[in-house]
């Protein structure tokens, strides 16, 4: 999560991807977790 308030989109991506296995796993995930971020932004 902290990767990604960073804005180090692409070093996320690579972790996300290891620890779930696949790409598209890690992608789905990143924009999960985007969505929270922005959530908690606006509170």
Excluded at 4 to 31: P, Q
């Amino acid at each position: 999560m902290e990767l990604i308030k960073n804005s180090k989109d692409k070093r996320a991506k690579k972790l996300c991807k290891s620890k779930l296995g696949t790409f598209v796993r890690a992608k789905k995930k990143i924009e999960e977790l985007q969505g929270v971020i922005a959530a908690s932004r606006r509170h």
